[in-house]
């Protein structure tokens, strides 16, 4: 499939963009919760202006971004874990 141009907005901001077909409803997506993290923001905080707003925005994604890296790599890390306990008893009884 080939690229497209598409135009999303963003705290009030068009933001002309080419992308591939199959990865233009998970970047619209991702335009509508920024907007919506910016609209909670403005909503629950008392900060108006539109950089703090993305600012905090693009902080709390990010945040997230990275507790679900580390969160799959201690997966990770786990079943690494369990997958060389499980070799060891098979060595051990094919061992025998």
């Known amino acids: ?4 141009s598409i135009k999303i907005t963003i ?3 068009i933001y002309p963009l080419k992308v591939n077909m199959e990865e233009e409803e998970i970047v619209r997506r991702a335009a509508k919760m920024i907007n919506e993290r910016i609209k909670d923001y403005q ?3 008392a900060v108006r202006d539109k950089q703090d707003l993305l600012s905090m925005a693009v902080l709390h994604y990010a945040t997230a971004v990275l507790r679900t890296e580390n969160k799959v790599q201690n997966q990770d890390t786990a079943v690494a874990d369990k997958v060389e306990e499980l070799d060891v008893l098979l060595n051990n009884f094919f061992a025998k």
């Not at 499939?1 to 497209?4: F, H, K, Q, R, T």
């Open 43 to 45: 909503d629950n905080y």
């Open 11 to 13: 705290s009030d901001r």
């Open 1 to 4: 499939m080939g690229e497209i």
